[in-house]
């Protein structure tokens, strides 16, 4: 079980940490030393490389947090704050699943073809839905603490 919890909270940090450093860190720094074509080409660049690491993180999870549950005898007898997490996290893959293939594949199309308000708008929709992700995240992370330490 150890095996699995560390496997599943490292995946949670990796996507966890990588959208709250994107977020918070990189998008300010970027978007004050670089003009627009750049930092869209920067954008392109880190979503690709970013995205293959939530890919391997949400595949952990997925493994990891059934495991899980299995190895607890099921949902029936797993805690509410274990339900609200699976709850969560759906939502969290589902969310990224849109962006993977609806917005980043538009953003990635306008920054090839260097339409750069386009590129613009399409970076605003992606950061929408990676702060929303964010929260839920920040969120999931909150529940499994005190969900798990209040015991219910």
């Known amino acids: 079980m150890s095996f699995l919890k560390f496997f599943h909270v490292l ?6 940490g990588g959208m709250f450093f994107a977020y918070m860190i990189l998008r300010a720094a970027a978007g004050e030393i670089l003009q627009p074509p750049d930092r869209l080409r920067l954008w392109d660049n880190v979503f690709a490389r970013f995205f293959n690491w939530v890919w391997l993180s949400v595949i ?3 493994i990891t947090g059934f495991c899980m549950v299995y190895l607890y005898g099921g949902l029936t007898h797993v805690s509410s704050h274990v339900h609200l997490m699976a709850l969560f996290g759906m939502g969290m893959v ?3 699943i849109y962006v993977f293939f609806i917005s980043f594949r538009r953003f990635r199309l306008k920054v090839a ?3 750069w308000p386009g590129s613009g708008a399409m970076l605003a ?3 929408r839905l990676v702060g929303l992700n964010l929260v839920i ?3 999931t992370i909150a529940t499994a603490v ?7």
Request: glycine share 14%.
């Open 11 to 16: 995946a949670v940090v990796i996507w966890v």
């Open 60 to 62: 952990i999870l997925l």
């Open 94 to 96: 589902s969310i990224f």
């Open 113 to 115: 073809s260097q339409d």
């Open 125 to 127: 929709t992606i950061r």
């Open 137 to 139: 995240g920040l969120s």
């Open 146 to 152: 005190l969900g798990g330490a209040a015991g219910i």
